[in-house]
């Protein structure tokens, strides 16, 4: 399950969780939950068909609030028409499980019931998140729905999954899972729904990279890859075609975005300079070895027969490379992990690698750095602009190093 870091704002966001009539509705109390215990407001909304799977009980328990039905659609019990207070209130609205009949009426117009109406009374960002069995999901009139309805800027589309629905099929419908869910809403949050880049290629290196000197044993670090993993979700979020290099990995990709997963500092550079000349932007935020064993063992060597000492030879300088290799209107964004002082070696690395701009990040600070949710640093760029972004998480880091691309 991909991570779902918190990403703070400066007041309580608010978001209605509208629930549509499937079987997946099970995983929007996760979503709830969640969404609650990072400090957003709830409010949620769920159709007649929703209250076959959930109840209105359970999602007014995890939200802290009462949950919406059309009955209360229809009473007048409101200072003012409910699918008015709620449009106007939310700065995000998330249909999920987003079904075919909802689909069909979004993309219509249509306003009969408490969901549709209050999608209408507002003017929010409005993420979607579809959930179907694979033959209905992949229907001609279905997939003509989808694609009209993405065509508006307010819609924002999640992927459906593979694996074995609940029909026992096996194929796409599959719901996105609640984690990237609460990340995809936590980004619109940030962006209220720009999407700055659409239309452009990202390129991101993550992880760690491993130099085996035998089957079993390498020389490598402790990078997890999560902040090129939520680089890959932030720019994912803002509209761009992501591809996403990375060493071992513990989490899943994003669904949307091209992985191509690699071990050793040589295969990430095979593959970062193929995809190099497509590329609008380019991050290196690997932590790639800088050296590798001069030699290797097919077998593993047994104990007694370990070296006393490893001779080394050094690996290729892929950001180097990249940087000798870009076109002018490609932008190349390197990562410098440093204790102590960490402008000096970063400003040193920019101008050196002939980058375009340098995250220095502190891997010696609390919870900040490798294997950490959270992380700090000081965005620097060739012309000598400085950001210096305060601990946050990954997530939020990702989304103002984009920020700052933007300007």
Known sequence: MPHSPNLTTNQRSKVVIAVGGGIAAYKVCEVVSTLFKIGV?????????????????????LSRHPAYTDDDFWQANHPRPLHIELGEWA??????????????????????????????????????APAMNTDMWEQLTVQRNWQQLLQDNRYHGMSTAS????????????????????????????????????GKRVLISAGGTREYFDPVRFIGNPSTGKMGLALAQAALHR???????????????????????????????????EYLPSADV????????????????????????LPQSLPL????????????????????????????????PAMAKLQTKQLDAIVANPIDQPHSGFGSDNNQAILIDSQGRKLEIPPCSKLQMAHQLFDFVAQ
Request: with cysteine; glycine share 6%.
């Open 41 to 61: 407001e709830v409010r949620v909304i769920l159709t007649n068909s929703a209250q076959k799977f959930i109840t209105p009980l359970t999602l007014a328990t």
């Open 313 to 344: 030879e050094p690996v290729p300088d892929i950001v180097a490379q990249l940087a000798q290799h870009k076109q002018p209107h490609q932008l190349l964004i390197g990562f410098a992990a440093q204790t102590g002082d960490i402008v000096t």
């Open 91 to 128: 700065d995000l609205l998330v249909i999920a499980p987003l079904t075919a009949n909802t689909l069909a009426k979004l993309n219509s117009g249509m306003a009969d019931n408490l969901l549709t109406n209050t999608v209408l009374a507002s003017t929010s960002p409005v993420l979607l």
């Open 163 to 198: 694996g074995l629905l609940a029909c026992d099929r096996i194929g796409a419908g599959r719901m996105a899972e609640p984690a990237e869910i609460v990340t995809h809403i936590q980004s619109l949050l940030h962006t209220k729904g720009s999407q700055d880049l659409a």
């Open 239 to 273: 509209g761009a075609n992501v591809t996403l290099v990375h060493g071992a990995a513990s989490w899943n990709a994003p669904l949307g975005v091209q992985a191509i997963p690699v071990m050793t500092a040589a295969e990430m550079q095979q593959v970062m300079l």
């Open 282 to 305: 380019i991050i290196m935020s690997a932590a790639v070895a800088d050296v590798k064993p001069r030699d290797y063992s097919a077998e593993k060597l047994p104990k007694r027969s």
